[in-house]
């Protein structure tokens, strides 16, 4: 009986969330993104899209226009898909092909030349990317993997 109380419980949670999400979805899938600065943003990542709320950036990047766009195109690509056809494909393509590889990153890199374009952590972290300099570039990442 209890396990089924914390079971219903945690499922309600699940309920509640999802329908937060769906909500906040609503609004934003035809608006452009808000746009959140974040102090000492981890990971070593300098931004990130994150539909629906909007886009994460590092406060050093935060008047970057080159990292911004790279941002709005992953908005694009989320109001072009839709919320759970972006997040599925995305991480389809992350399995796949892995971050450099994904087709929705290279999209992204529209700015960027052919060879960064496929090899972008590296130009990140050596500063051959048009878009951002981060030695620390998806460090805690790959340290994980
Ligand atoms: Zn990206």
């Given at each position: 009986?209890?396990n089924?109380?914390?079971?219903l419980?945690?499922?309600?949670?699940?309920?509640v969330?999802?329908?937060?999400?769906?909500?906040?979805?609503?609004?934003?899938?035809?608006?452009?993104?808000?746009?959140?600065?974040?102090?000492?943003?981890?990971?070593?990542?300098?931004?990130?899209?994150?539909p629906?709320?909007?886009?994460?950036v590092n406060?050093?990047?935060?008047?970057?226009?080159?990292?911004?766009?790279?941002?709005?195109?992953?908005?694009?690509?989320?109001?072009?898909?839709?919320?759970?056809?972006?997040?599925?494909?995305?991480?389809?393509?992350?399995?796949?092909?892995?971050?450099?590889?994904?087709?929705?990153?290279?999209e992204?890199?529209?700015?960027?030349?052919g060879?960064?374009?496929?090899n972008?952590t590296?130009?990140?972290?050596?500063?051959?990317?048009?878009?951002?300099?981060?030695?620390?570039?998806?460090?805690?990442?790959?340290?994980?993997?």
């Amino acid at each position: 009986m209890k396990n089924i109380v914390a079971f219903l419980f945690l499922i309600s949670i699940v309920v509640v969330v999802v329908f937060f999400v769906l909500v906040i979805n609503e609004k934003n899938k035809n608006q452009a993104p808000t746009i959140y600065i974040k102090r000492n943003k981890s990971g070593g990542y300098n931004a990130n899209t994150l539909p629906p709320f909007g886009i994460v950036v590092n406060e050093k990047e935060k008047d970057n226009t080159a990292l911004l766009h790279h941002e709005l195109i992953h908005w694009e690509q989320y109001q072009r898909e839709g919320l759970a056809r972006y997040y599925f494909n995305y991480l389809i393509e992350s399995l796949l092909h892995g971050y450099d590889g994904n087709k929705y990153e290279i999209e992204a890199r529209a700015n960027e030349t052919g060879y960064c374009k496929k090899n972008y952590t590296e130009c990140v972290r050596t500063g051959k990317a048009t878009t951002v300099y981060n030695p620390d570039f998806r460090s805690y990442f790959t340290k994980v993997i």
